[in-house]
């Protein structure tokens, strides 16, 4: 296999992406190379992005991912699936990896001199599980040649640090507020109910009597995103940002909500409450329980909560329809501290801070346009506040407050 990826590649950027998009170009990945892109278009940063696997390097991934998590091996993690590796031609302050599982390391070796190239290198292992940590002992030979390691999984963080012999930092999922920014003021959102991903069964089987009922606008997903491949994620980025900038209620749960099995008691912040609260949406579901889930959404009623199993949403949605400037001031507080808080520009500067390093004047500059943004949506904030509402333990269906 014959490859050329020093082509996208300047002499004067500081930042060198390698992404995945082209092999691990699942639904679910899309959110992430959102963020290589928003790096891209705010630091000085190119992105490598090698091929997908032919069949032989995909079985030899396979073969890799599969028996590394058994095994202690550090010549299984060399192995290069591509065969012949590549000299990289530039310098970088900062080689940056984004790994949706720490098992898909194998790529990394197409790129033979990577970390002598690279003054920093950091790497983001989105998902791993208090279930994952025996076989992800085998992997910290690999991750130990990083200069930093983040997280994205909070409860994670104690059991990487004890094993990595570099820093280690949880990094909370993020959005691009600007792709997400909806108009507030048209009023006119078709979509009644909006729900993406995982899901109850309960409630689910109650929103389909409802649409089927009267008119009431339930979308749904009809096969499972763990399967879906995509060719162009940032299209993919604004269906789901337009999807949700028309839709009234998100239902939103904690991560993995319908496996209790594989999370035991890490309750963690998926990205859909992100994605809700930028778009503006009533975000009601089972959030993350504790002090975790309330640093990050820490502003009244970002999430309305019900039962993961609601076999009473219909009557829930009609008591909060019956509330309109109740959730118009929660429509406003989930777009507004979005703009101030859930940036991926803002991630992106936690990890140039966490390396000593200055942000850019793109950063900057997004920055005071978020602000800017902000200030002017929570002007129109309606004076008056309103009791929250609460379903999630109440066996009665009253709502908390009359307006």
Known sequence: MTINLNATCRENSRVLIWSLRNIQNFVYNACLYEFEDIIRRTDEADIIAPPAYNPLSRVINKTISVAAQKVKSSALLSVNPYGSAIDLWYEYEIYFVILDFPWYTASINLLKNWRRRCRFAVCY?????????????????????????????????PAISQMASCPCMFLAPGIDTLKFYPNLEANNRSIDVCSLGRRSAITHRALLEMAAQKPFFYYHELTSGSVQRLSNHSTHRTMTANLLKNSRYFITNHAKANLPGLITSDSEIGYRFFEGAAAGTVMIGCPPQGEHFKRYFDWPDAVIPIRFDEPNINEIISELDARPNYLKRVQINNVVNSLRKHDW???????????????????????????????????????????????????????????
Not at 375 to 386: G, Y
């Open 125 to 157: 292992i989105i998902e791993t599980w208090s279930t994952d940590i025996p076989a992800l002992a085998n992997f910290m030979p690999f991750f130990n040649q990083f200069d930093l390691l983040c997280v994205g999984t909070f409860h994670i963080l």
């Open 345 to 403: 520009v803002y991630r992106w500067e936690q990890v140039l801070q966490k390396l000593g390093l200055l942000p850019t004047r793109a950063m900057a500059v997004r920055q005071t346009r978020l602000k800017v943004l902000a200030s002017d949506l929570e002007s129109t904030l309606p004076t008056q506040n309103w009791p929250s509402c609460v379903y999630s333990s109440r066996s009665d269906r009253s709502r908390t407050g009359k307006e």
